[in-house]
């Protein structure tokens, strides 16, 4: 059931009537408490997420998620879902302001993740009626309201002209605090986080740079580290000294270890039956979940 | 006055005796009939025939001739029942005596000589089963016919001497000898030799457990990065075809019409690249009168689909069977035609529309979206049943010659080769009793019984079949690779680290 909030609503977000151009009506699904919108962080970043986005967005927003942090987004696929995803795997409320219509699904392939927000008391929220189409133009409308909602914009990935940075420059204009993780210069998706970076954003290197900022405590869960580095034969933990310092496709490890590759492939195949490493588009990368918590 | 000539006719890779009768009236006006459903080739004969028979300087008969060809109720085609036909009308006007438990198959050119025909090998194996001793042949195809043992192949250049040869006390013509079965064998030719292929090393070592085991390989990668030019080194590691397999081979190239005049037997492993606009009869074999596709030509060979996902879906999911079982069966009202297919299957495909996802430099334009949706055109059933998955990537050959690491020479094709042929070798001792030849065309029950497995093994395919969510069919894929990777190792038992390896080859979820 669709249910909608007008500005002068006693429930309307007050962060977000700070803002100069506050949307009149939020129309929203799920169950509005008034508290979800009390610690709020945006999560924006490029569609075309790496490895390297995929593996930073799941640690950092797991970690702040569970630290009762709201994650709002956009919806959308790439570091969208996937901070998404993250919350309410960790079980957490999230929210989606979508650019379009609440009862559209867009994109409509994410369907599971759509339901899955709302099966875990989180908000699908916009500012357009029911069935309004996406458009060009509703995407940095849409966009202005992720940014004002919150207190705080984490970037991750981004390209130099993007969606994203046009969020980056609402939170700025809001004079809200933005937050940017470093990437490799050498990836098109790092050029404007770190050109955000190069103009004040402040660098992201873990979770509790965010979590401190919201004043949160944190629980001090002790990291068990190195429990698997112990049953590592000599020539897995050479590979893992490769795959901590790059990610690498299997010749030019052989080659940087100077063996061969079938040698090579069965030690990497022990590894990933253990965990300790994943293959995605042609790269092997260390599991980093492996070695945390 | 009537004769009976005895001829035969090849549907599929079956042989049908063809009694051709020629009646040469004396009552009647001079007309020229063909009776016993022909088709239009060879209908069309009548003018072929008269024609030879005034070029090669005999006189046509100005009678009323009936040509049937028995049974009746076959349709018949092609061009080849000139021969007995002409045989059959000079059989009237000139005087010799065919002889007795002989076979004639040929077409005529206008000038009486015979060409090339299509289908000699089937004919002589044929004879050999029905105890025929005699075949009178095109000379241009006898080559192929003179493999089989125990008939005697005439080959005929033309009527004048197939006549000469009747008409005197002596034999003119002389039967082939069965030792020109090895007349015209080429060696493995390949574009490339492995050690032209810079980089690679991972695609060059899947190659070999390919060709080793006759595995079915998916190979992924960018524009430029050699997915084609391995694949066309392929046949340069694959070793000569066996004795059997020869045959089977050729008995398929003769009756689809493709065996080159002269030519004898094929020892080279069948290599087809069909392009990716092919249809899917044209791949799989059919038609009103079936034909082998390409799937049965590249039998014991390799078909080899560059861009597989730019293959239509259709085309594509009619491989399934033929794949899990080998041949064929290509069912008509008229006929029924079973055609042999065990081929090794090379696929590659870009890793997304654009083909440049993952690569160092060049960065992909495709949405998640996209790439997700240019995945699906290949589909689940289809990975299944491919054996081995590599991904291939881009080689920066810049990097590449400046790699001091890379101090040992590459090896070259010949040396693959001679690895490979060991394990071929194993194999073949290993299936003696089985009808089959490769690891690849194991059944359940031949891995059950070949590939036993210690506890040790069988753990860790558990754990892995839980880690990376195997299929029960991928499970077994895995079991026979590995039985490959032990045989290039020349193992007995398979051991963990040939089962580690092989894991590295699985469908990618």
């Known amino acids: ?293 | 006055m009537l004769i009976k000539v005895p001829s035969a006719t090849n549907s599929g890779l079956n042989t049908i005796k063809v009694e051709v009768e020629v009646d040469v009236a004396k009552k009647g006006l001079p007309t020229f009939g063909i009776v016993g459903l022909p088709s239009k080739a060879v209908d069309e004969s009548k003018e072929r025939v008269r024609t030879a028979i005034v070029n090669s300087g005999f006189k046509f008969p100005g009678n009323r001739i009936v040509v049937n060809l028995a049974p009746a109720d076959v349709p018949k085609e092609g061009s080849f029942y000139d021969l007995p036909i002409a045989l059959g009308i000079l059989s009237s006007t000139n005087d010799f005596k065919l002889p007795e438990s002989s076979l004639f198959f040929g077409e005529l050119s206008l000038d009486g000589s015979l060409r090339h025909a299509k289908g000699a090998l089937l004919l002589a194996l044929f004879a050999k089963e029905k105890g025929i001793d005699n075949l009178f042949i095109p000379k241009v195809s006898a080559n192929e016919a003179a493999v089989i043992e125990g008939v005697n192949v005439y080959p005929v250049e033309n009527l004048k001497s197939l006549l000469a040869h009747f008409s005197n006390e002596e034999e003119t013509i002389a039967p082939c000898e069965y030792k020109e079965r090895n007349a015209k064998v080429f060696d493995n030719q390949a574009e490339f030799d492995m050690k032209e292929v810079v980089g690679q090393e991972q695609g060059k070592r899947v190659m070999e457990i390919a060709a080793a085991g006759g595995h079915n390989l998916f190979m992924t990668g960018s524009p430029g990065c050699g997915k084609t030019m391995l694949a066309r080194a392929l046949p340069g590691i694959l070793p000569n075809l066996t004795e059997e397999e020869s045959l089977e081979v050729t008995k398929i190239y003769s009756a689809s019409g493709y065996m080159p005049p002269e030519g004898s037997i094929i020892k080279i492993r069948p290599f087809r690249s069909p392009h990716h606009t092919t249809s899917r009869v044209g791949l799989i074999g059919g038609g009103s009168r079936p034909q082998a596709g390409d799937i049965s030509l590249a039998h014991r060979g390799v078909l080899f689909l560059d861009e597989f996902n730019e293959f239509p879906r259709s085309v594509i999911e009619s491989l399934r069977q033929p794949m899990e079982d080998g041949n064929l069966t290509i069912s008509r009202s008229m006929e029924k035609v079973n055609f042999p297919a065990q081929f090794m299957l090379i696929a590659s495909a870009n890793p997304c529309p654009c083909g440049f996802l993952n690569h160092p430099k060049k960065s992909c334009t495709c949405t998640e979206r996209q790439i997700q949706e240019y995945r699906k055109r290949t589909s689940g059933p289809i990975l299944d049943r491919i054996d081995l998955h590599v991904d291939l990537p881009v080689v920066d050959t810049k990097k590449l010659s400046r790699d001091s690491k890379l101090k040992e020479p590459l090896e070259d094709s010949q040396q693959m080769r001679q690895r490979i042929s060991k394990a071929r070798q194993k194999q073949k001792q290993r299936f003696t009793n089985e009808p089959v030849y490769t690891n690849a065309e194991m059944k359940n029950r031949h891995i059950k019984k070949y590939c036993p497995l210690s506890k040790e093994i069988k753990q860790l395919l558990h754990q892995a079949s839980a880690a990376f969510h195997l299929s029960a069919r991928a499970y077994y894929k895995m079991i026979k690779v590995a039985r490959t990777i032990a045989d290039l190792d020349n193992c007995e038992e398979i051991n963990s680290s040939h089962m580690a390896e092989a894991l590295q080859y699985r469908v990618k979820a």
């Open chain 1, 1 to 293: 059931m669709n249910e909608v909030i007008n500005i002068d609503d006693a429930m309307y977000p007050k962060r977000l009537k700070e803002i100069n151009d506050p949307p009149d009506k939020l129309y929203f699904k799920g169950d509005w408490d008034d508290d979800i919108f009390e610690n709020c962080l945006s999560v924006v970043g490029s569609r075309r997420i790496t490895t390297y986005g995929k593996t930073i967005t799941n640690n950092l927003i797991t970690q702040i998620a569970n630290a009762g942090i709201t994650i709002i987004s956009g919806f959308m696929f790439g570091v969208d879902a996937y901070s998404h995803r993250a919350a309410v795997e960790a079980g957490k409320r999230t929210i989606a302001v979508m650019p379009c219509g609440i009862d559209i699904i867009h994109p409509a392939y994410q369907k599971d993740l759509y339901e899955q927000i709302l099966d875990n008391n989180g908000l699908i929220i916009s500012e357009l009626e029911s069935s309004h189409p996406p458009a060009a133009w509703t995407y940095p409308k849409r966009n202005r309201i992720v940014a004002g909602l919150s207190q705080a914009t984490l970037v991750i990935e981004a390209a130099e002209k993007s969606g994203t940075l046009i969020t980056a420059e609402f939170a700025k204009k809001y004079n809200r605090k933005l937050f940017a993780v470093p990437g490799p210069l050498t990836s098109k998706t790092s050029i404007g986080t770190a050109r955000l970076i190069k103009e004040g954003a402040e660098i992201v290197t873990s979770a509790e740079d965010i979590i401190k900022f919201f004043n949160i405590s944190i629980r001090q869960n002790k990291k068990e580290t190195n429990l698997i580095y112990r049953g590592l034969e000599n020539l897995e933990q050479k590979i893992l000294d490769e795959l901590n310092r790059e990610s690498l496709e299997v010749d030019s490890l052989a080659r940087f270890l100077n063996i061969s590759v079938s040698e090579l492939g069965k030690t990497l195949s022990f590894m990933e039956i253990k965990g300790i490493l994943f293959k995605e588009r042609g790269k092997y990368h260390v599991n980093q979940s492996t070695f945390s918590n």
